[in-house]
């Protein structure tokens, strides 16, 4: 179970743990609301192919629609956020905890280590040993995925990588593991402990938040996703704004300028977490400030 949930660990969950910066324009007006798959092209450029993935198993979104499926079996190339090769796994295991003797109980105060233990034990049914000596982002991603994704290695982004390594084409990460880790490691370890703790106390919905998630997605509504991030920000502090900041707005700075040595190669389908898309500090606008066209195709 465990090398099953450090494969999905590798893709941070912009759909299950990100809340949207709250600088972003409203949902209505944000650009490129609206699709999963976009065309990139560009001038004397062979035409690529970006998709917006969502990091569950659920089959509706695992499931690709023709279109997707047309534009992915036609690819020469195939690129995501990080390919999990076994170095990237085990930086992202040995980064995923302590290693220097400190550990959760040591570090949260006892009432909030009581809560975590008993979601922890009884909702999600992982043993305290697991988790015990976890940094507290690497919980946080835990508490903020779906249950029945814990022990699954057939989330999307996997899935396509797997597919694609089995058409034998070229594989690309525009990531790699120390990139990742310094994105999530962002907050100090207070701040980690205060955006686990409201993630437990908020457990209860989270059930119902990934449904309606899941339902915003297929319908590839991706303005109504940044709308139901908007709501779940926490108003009284600034920690979720700086964490999503390096979350979202710095790690796609990166991905398009390493997106820059690929697209002119074309042919690429390029598979990232769908809320790296829209908005103003989104891929898809960073791409049209680089000279590229951007056209929904799906």
Request: proline fraction near 4%.
């Amino acid at each position: 179970m465990k090398k099953n949930y450090l494969i999905l660990l590798l893709w941070l969950s912009a759909i299950q743990v990100t809340a949207w910066s709250q600088s972003a324009l409203a949902a209505g007006a944000i650009l490129h609301g609206q699709g999963l798959l976009w065309k990139i092209e560009k001038p004397g450029v062979t035409a690529s192919y970006l998709y917006g993935t969502m990091h569950v198993s659920d089959e509706r979104v695992t499931r690709l629609p023709p279109p997707v499926e047309q534009a992915f079996a036609s690819a020469d190339q195939f690129v995501m956020e990080m390919l999990p090769g076994s170095r990237a796994l085990e930086i992202i295991a040995r980064g995923s905890y302590f290693q220097d003797g400190r550990t959760l109980r040591s570090l949260m105060q006892a009432e909030d280590y009581l809560r975590l233990t008993r979601l922890m034990n009884n909702s999600l049914g992982l043993p305290e040993n697991l988790y015990s000596n976890m940094r507290p982002w690497a919980v946080l991603l835990l508490v903020n995925m779906p249950v029945q994704d814990i022990a699954s290695d057939k989330v999307l982004d996997v899935m396509l990588y797997r597919r694609a390594r089995l058409r034998g084409i070229d594989l690309h990460g525009l990531e790699t593991p120390q990139q990742q880790l310094a994105a999530l490691e962002t907050p100090t370890i207070e701040e980690q402990i205060w955006l686990l703790n409201k993630s437990v106390s908020r457990y209860s919905q989270m059930e119902l938040n990934m449904k309606q998630m899941i339902d915003l997605y297929v319908q590839r509504n991706l303005a109504g996703l940044v709308s139901m991030q908007q709501q779940q920000m926490h108003s009284d502090s600034e920690i979720d704004d700086r964490f999503m900041h390096a979350l979202l707005d710095e790690r796609n700075r990166h991905m398009v300028l390493k997106l820059q040595d690929l697209l002119h190669q074309g042919d690429l389908f390029i598979a990232i977490g769908a809320l790296h898309l829209p908005g103003e500090n989104g891929v898809l606008h960073l791409l049209e400030q680089q000279g590229y066209i951007v056209t929904p195709v799906y």
